[in-house]
């Protein structure tokens, strides 16, 4: 659900305090997160700072009363009027919807008459304290923008304590102490924000501004917020650029304005002279009409919109960043460390955008082989770094040299690819094409190159035929060896046994004729067989 209530409560508020509040609307820069501009690349987006705007907080938060059944009605009992301790016939009474005084009457709108307020019981317990807590609770982080404003129905308490906790409610910081006598109360000495400087602004302090009770018209109590930004800004707050510069640099002073939770600490009702009347108790209570709190989600300057879901404020974050405050980056976005928007520089800001992440992109843009990338600044791409299971490319996307797709794999598959195993011997390289096919060398044949082609055959590879039994048939009776050579019978040599040993020579007798053996030649042939038994060939081959 979108706060469309939150927006035109704004707008309200803007009609209504531009009325009643001399202040510029100063608060309105930062209200686009980006635009589209222009450039000589084409369109692309702006990034700026950029913040929800200042609303009532007062509608999204829990109420929460301590001692919880301090309220008055129940039982019914009777009072004393405001500021006449002898009009003691008023009633509270929690059944009467007319005469019931709950919590929630003081967040409800005020205007009409009479105005409808919170009380709590009375003092009979006198002289136990009369002590109550109120505690306003958002569950998240906000920043305050306007002073917190609270209008008393009953005399302003003689000591109250406005407390803040920034975690949610588990520590709490006193924000500012109230008393018509500070030193007696607590120990401190009066001061106003008005004593204060830009050196001392975070001072906690105690006033006594506010206590007056029964003795002036003014019901209001103030925590100064606006007097305090004036210190930076200007008595107007003109210089708002000079606020957001020390509000960028010092944390201290962000955090002073932030908060998660407000407690009132209610610790003595007014009593307006210096003894407690104890004949008339019925004149000592708390009663509120209403609390100002005026604030923004606190989204770190990464988004504009803050939406109000199942009674939670949630930033709705720009900038890749998320968490309820944009505290972070997303998830796949961490490629450099979160940090917070910038005010600076005037007017527009840093937005300091969350880029894609190092690691994470590991599982979605590098198919699960790599959990490593890197970012390119140069050109703001990202590309894997040490893609496993063989693979390679920007995204690992691509087969490493010596490997091919498997066509029945997907792209994040272990086995996307498949080793070429090309026969070292048969292959010009250990690279195949996209099924797998290798690239032979002449006379060689098959995917993997571990086939001859006719006329070749393998010897360390495929080597061309010298012999064999189709074209190149050995002669005059000699026999082919592995394709490599024929074995010729004594008389013959030459590759095919197609010449006579003694022709070589020169030594062929003159009545010797072609084809027969010649005369004398035992003592050859033992000569022959000697030097082939010493040579190691096998004899039975030689007739
Ligand atoms: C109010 O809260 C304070 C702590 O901030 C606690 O010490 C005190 O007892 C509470 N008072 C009541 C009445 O619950
Ligand atoms: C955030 O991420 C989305 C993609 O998920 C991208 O389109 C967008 O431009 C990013 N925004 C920024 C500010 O980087
Ligand atoms: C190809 O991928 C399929 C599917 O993962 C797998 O079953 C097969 O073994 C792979 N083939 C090879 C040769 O690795
Ligand atoms: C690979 O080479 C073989 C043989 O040359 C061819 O038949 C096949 O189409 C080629 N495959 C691809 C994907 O180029």
């Known amino acids: 659900m979108y706060l469309s209530r939150f927006l035109s409560i704004h707008a309200l508020w803007v009609t209504v305090s531009s009325v009643m509040q001399p202040y510029p609307l100063v608060w309105g820069h930062y209200d686009v997160c980006k635009t589209q501009i222009y450039t000589e690349e084409g369109k692309v987006w702006d990034y700026m700072a950029c913040q929800p705007e200042s609303t009532d907080m007062t509608k999204y938060l829990k109420v929460k009363l301590d001692p919880p059944d301090i309220t008055c009605g129940d039982p019914p009992e009777s009072f004393c009027a405001m500021g006449n301790p002898y009009m003691c016939n008023n009633e509270c009474d929690a059944s009467t919807p007319e005469l019931a005084h709950p919590p929630e ?252 992440s190092i690691s994470s992109i590991g599982n979605c843009e590098c198919f699960g082989h790599s959990n490593r990338c890197s970012y390119i600044d140069l050109l703001n791409t990202v590309i894997c770094v040490s893609c496993k299971h063989n693979t390679r490319g920007q995204h690992c996307e691509l087969c490493r040299l010596g490997y091919f797709r498997n066509a029945s794999a997907q792209l994040d598959d272990e086995n996307v690819c498949i080793e070429c195993y090309c026969n070292p011997l048969g292959s010009i390289h250990d690279r195949c094409n996209g099924s797998g096919f290798c690239e032979c060398k002449t006379g060689t044949t098959g995917p993997k190159c571990d086939e001859c082609l006719p006329g070749n055959s393998w010897h360390y590879g495929c080597q061309p035929n010298v012999c064999d039994n189709e074209l190149l048939h050995c002669q005059n009776g000699g026999t082919c060896h592995n394709n490599v050579r024929c074995l010729c019978p004594a008389a013959y040599t030459g590759i095919l046994c197609e010449k006579l040993r003694c022709e070589e020579a020169g030594s062929c007798g003159s009545d010797s004729s072609q084809g027969a053996p010649p005369q004398g030649s035992l003592a050859l042939l033992l000569l022959l067989l000697l030097l082939t038994a010493l040579l190691g060939t096998a004899s039975p081959l030689l007739f």
Not at 152 to 180: C, H, N, V
Not at 236 to 251: H, P, V
Not at 285 to 290: E, K, P, V
Request: proline share 6%.
């Open 105 to 356: 009457l003081m967040f409800d709108f005020e205007g009409r008459h009479p105005s409808t307020f919170w009380q709590s019981a009375t003092w009979k317990e006198y002289p136990k304290p009369l002590q109550v807590n109120i505690t306003l609770s958002w569950s998240k982080t906000i920043e305050l923008t306007d002073n917190i404003v609270i209008t008393f129905e009953s005399g302003r308490p003689d000591q109250m304590i406005l407390e803040k906790s920034l975690d949610y409610g588990r520590t709490w910081q006193p924000y500012q102490y109230y008393a018509t006598d500070c030193l007696d109360a607590f120990h401190m000495d009066p001061k106003s924000v008005k004593d204060l400087s830009q050196h001392t602004v975070l001072e906690i302090i105690c006033t006594e501004e506010y206590s007056t009770g029964y003795t002036t018209n003014s019901k209001i109590i103030h925590f100064e917020i606006k007097d305090r930004f004036a210190f930076f800004a200007g008595p107007r707050l003109r210089n708002m650029a000079s606020l957001y510069g020390q509000l960028d640099t010092t944390k201290k002073l962000r955090d002073f304005f932030t908060v998660t939770d407000l407690r009132i600490r209610l610790l003595r009702p007014a009593v307006g002279e210096i003894f407690v009347d104890e004949l008339h108790l019925a004149r000592y209570f708390y009663a509120i009409s209403d609390i100002k709190v005026r604030g923004r989600c606190k989204c770190n300057l990464h988004a504009t919109v803050c939406v109000y879901d199942n009674s939670k404020l949630t930033c709705e974050c720009e900038h890749n960043t998320t968490g309820p405050d944009c505290g972070k980056c997303k998830k796949n976005y961490q490629g450099r460390p979160w940090s917070p928007g910038s005010y600076l520089p005037i007017p527009k800001g840093t937005a300091n955008t969350c880029i894609p």
